[in-house]
């Protein structure tokens, strides 16, 4: 007998014969002789449909309001979850966050979770309940609702998985597992068997939307074993994991993310300390300043150009802008059509030539590369947003067309 977490996202949930298809799947485990908790997300679009709702009435809700609003998207999808439960004969408990113990930071909108007090899922447990638990939301110390971020439930099913030493912890999803390219869009997309925790954290940090990365952050922290898995079809997924047990490719996948926007600070006198100057400016409002490029002086000035996540792009230029008035012969510039592509693999630490090999086949797809950034396990490059998906096929292509 296991303890299994399992994990359904919203899409996995989103009708009432996707409900019973779910149920389906949690009381076959149970039947198998196992403890089981779940963690749902909200249903289908739900928690788009509810900002919304808030957006129509006030544009500048309080967050702790919104948090309030998000988190009852949970409430619906582990209540309808458990009476399809109850309909197939077997015996379920729901639980909110604050029920599961679930006890957090108090950053309404992003909420780190602190503490999980599993004592009364075990409880639940040892009743022999299937037990329904509302990802996505905890408890503040000042006993208020909170959220952890969208895409939040991953993180929650994962600290639930560690708080009771689960055996497994598997995220049922939309898609058979991770692959080496979004499979909805790159046809000769390949289902990896494995991936390390280093690489899926990448991936999903470079805009992989298979997993959220803090949830793999804190499974390799705690050595949690991670399966995706799709809840459609019922054939074998993607175990993430320790590095040393992974399937080894020189590439393990290509990511494309479009949330980017690129800043450009021209015409600096030539002085020393200017990214300094800019980049505290922007940490003191926690932007996070991402591919970095300085120019060498030319004509006694100096260029910076950065990226940032295109959500906190008003926040940066409002920063920036009235720092660059105070600098004379500065221009500040700013581009929301551009994207992230990366590609990411343990392999690259013992070949040479993985980046030239990207770098060709951009260059043999005519496609202009606006800067570059590396770290021991990924080359990303900014191009023109509206190259992008073709920077990913070609990338994809170089790496994954086997000549047979
Ligand atoms: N329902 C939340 C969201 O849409 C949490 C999740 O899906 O994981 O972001
Ligand atoms: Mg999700």
């Known amino acids: ?19 019973f298809n779910v149920a389906n799947i949690i009381t076959r485990a149970y039947q198998e002789g196992n403890d089981v908790v779940v963690v749902v997300s909200a249903q289908g679009d739900m928690t788009d449909e509810l900002i919304e ?40 408990t729901s639980l909110l966050g604050w029920q599961a113990g679930v006890m957090t930071s108090s950053t309404y909108g ?31 110390q000042y006993y208020d609702v909170t959220t952890l971020g969208r895409g939040g439930s991953d993180t929650s099913a994962v600290g639930i998985a560690v708080a009771l030493s689960a055996d497994l912890c598997q995220i049922y999803t939309d898609v058979e597992g991770v ?24 991936l999903s940090t470079l805009g992989a939307k298979v997993l959220n990365n803090r949830s793999v952050e804190i499974a390799k922290k705690h050595n949690v074993e991670l399966e995706v898995l799709s809840s459609f079809v019922e054939v074998p997924g993607t175990i993430v994991r ?22 450009s600070i021209t015409g600096m006198p030539d002085a020393q300390g200017w990214a300094f100057r800019i980049f505290s400016k922007l940490s003191a409002r926690d932007i996070n300043v991402d591919t970095i490029l300085q120019s060498a002086v030319h004509d006694d000035k100096r260029d910076i150009f950065f990226t940032v996540n295109e959500d906190r792009l008003n926040d940066t ?44 086949a951009l260059f043999a797809a005519n496609i202009d590369i606006q800067m570059i950034s590396t770290s021991e396990i990924k080359v990303s ?23 047979d």
């Open 1 to 19: 007998m296991s303890l299994i977490v399992q994990k359904f996202g919203g899409s996995s949930v989103a009708n009432a014969k996707m409900i």
């Open 53 to 92: 709702k808030a957006n129509e009435i006030n544009l500048n809700a309080s967050k702790r309001e919104m948090d309030v609003l998000m988190a009852s998207g949970e409430q619906i999808s582990i209540a309808l979850l458990s009476i399809a439960i109850e309909k197939l004969g077997f015996p379920v």
């Open 110 to 140: 992003s909420a780190m979770i602190t503490r999980i007090d599993p004592g009364r899922i075990k409880k639940e447990l040892d009743k022999k309940n299937i037990v329904i638990v509302a990802g996505f939301q905890g408890l503040s």
């Open 179 to 202: 692959y080496t390219a979004d499979p909805r869009f790159i046809e000769n997309a390949i289902k990896l068997e494995s991936i390390s925790y280093d690489e899926m954290l990448e």
């Open 242 to 263: 320790e590095a040393a047990n992974v399937e080894k490719m020189l590439i393990s996948g290509v990511a494309k993310d479009n949330n980017v926007a690129k800043i």
């Open 317 to 360: 230029i409002e920063v920036l802008s009235k720092y660059c008035e105070s600098v004379e012969g500065s221009n500040l510039i700013y581009d929301k059509n551009v994207s992230k592509v990366s590609i990411v693999g343990a392999g690259m630490q013992t070949h040479a030539g993985v980046a030239a090999k990207m770098f060709e």
């Open 381 to 403: 490059v900014i191009v023109a947003q509206s190259d992008a998906d073709e920077a990913v096929r070609t990338v994809h292509n170089a790496f994954f067309t086997t000549v």
